[in-house]
């Protein structure tokens, strides 16, 4: 397994004017990028990229700046395979020769960085390619466009990068690989890192909700208040059932009783017998009001394992030809399990909760939000509601997903409890 430098060391490099390297995921491009911040750009920064890249140099920018600037998309209709934001190209106006030299680009590169440059200190096309990134950087979209602006960001510095893939020593005709981005990287003393290191560590450390309402709301268990958050970046919608005093009786929000719940329409709404879900929805709500003390965070987003309503639907196609739920994701080109913690570990900690006992047949679940500051005492088992129809549903969540489904074994023996 390749070797990752951590996200600490990358953005300090990037402060200290350095470049890293950025891999991407193994499914998307597959490659790794030079990455260094656009205002520290230097004449040998540049060679040094020329001489180890393509030699296709782009700026990310903030959408913010490319409006600013004037940087109108490339293409009008983008047909990028993986959405890459090209704007038209350019050149610095003033105190450079034809462009394209290391000297000439680095002008460019540091021009288009200044925060008091505009759109008229620029000449059309040019030898430089600004290129768009998504608002949101990496969580909005995984690509090194938008990893050069969070770390330039990151580093305190202006929302401006410079990227260009790097070429395989060993294949000219190439792209150099991840086992081979690492030996360069050791070579030449650059951290390397990962996009999917760089979204955990931005999940992790960074507030990507916001309070919206707190309400009360009866149920048919009882009255809870209901508080509404929505995620900053992708403007998805949860609510958090909470019942009680969460700091609890010594006012530190220990050992809170927490279901995690994931939206699951089919089954929490229309009954379907083909999940567990509405069973499971309809336990945490009754379990937590026996405490008097608690919360079922309701996660939307989170439908079908994190792969929407309408590939759940496909999914299901799949399985009524045979497949089980994970093979029938997996056909689809979709992850088994695609659902993320940050978000809820995010809300958890603004109700108070600071230890819980969680809720959960699903150990994973536990990890996830361990993984994000917050310690499970407890993993509280759910109820098993196991159907004719959900037999083989639950029977994969057992065998292949790791579910701790205990009496399972019972019904299947045509024993219910």
Partial sequence: MTRFD???????????????VVVDDED??????????????????????????????????????????????????????????????VDAREGIGTGISASDRAATMRLLADPDTGAGDFTRPGHVVPLRAKDGGVLRRPGHTEAAVDLARMAD??????????????????????????????????????IADLIAWRRKHEKHVLRVADARIPTSHGTFRAVGYQSIYDEVEHVA?????????????????????????TGDVFGSLRCDCGPQLDAALEMVAAEDRGIVL???????????????????????????????NLQL??????????????????????????????????????????????????????????LTYLRTKRDRMGHDLTGLDDFENGVTS
Avoid: W
């Fill in 333 to 390: 080109g979709l992850p088994a399990d695609s659902r993320d913690y940050g978000i809820g570990a995010q809300i958890l900690v603004d109700l108070g909760v600071s230890s819980m006992r969680l809720l959960t047949n699903n150990p994973a679940k536990r990890v996830g939000l361990d993984g994000y500051g917050l310690h499970v005492t407890e993993r509280v088992p759910m109820p098993l509601r196991a159907n004719a129809e959900n």
């Fill in 6 to 20: 951590s996200i600490e060391r990358a953005v300090a490099d990037i402060a200290a004017g350095k470049a890293v």
């Fill in 28 to 89: 998307r491009e597959n490659e790794g990028d030079l990455i260094f911040a656009a205002e520290k750009a230097t004449p040998e920064l540049v060679a040094f990229m020329v001489r180890y890249t393509s030699g296709y140099l782009c700026v990310p920018l903030s959408g913010e700046d490319c409006d600013r600037l004037g940087l109108p998309p490339m293409f009008a209709t983008n047909q990028d395979k993986h959405g890459t934001a090209y704007t038209v190209t």
């Fill in 157 to 194: 510095l202006r929302p401006a990068g410079v990227i260009c893939e790097i070429v395989s020593q060993k294949d000219e005709g190439a792209m150099a690989q991840t086992d081979e981005l690492r030996v360069f990287a050791d070579e030449h003393d650059l951290a390397l890192i990962s």
């Fill in 298 to 328: 309701y996660m939307r987003g989170h439908e079908g394992r994190g792969i929407g309503l309408l590939h759940k639907l496909q999914a299901y196609q799949l399985q009524d030809a045979g497949s089980d739920t994970v093979d029938a």
């Fill in 241 to 265: 059932l909470v019942r009680g005093d969460i700091a609890g009786p010594d006012g530190d929000g220990n050992d809170v009783l927490v279901r995690v719940h994931s939206e699951c329409l």
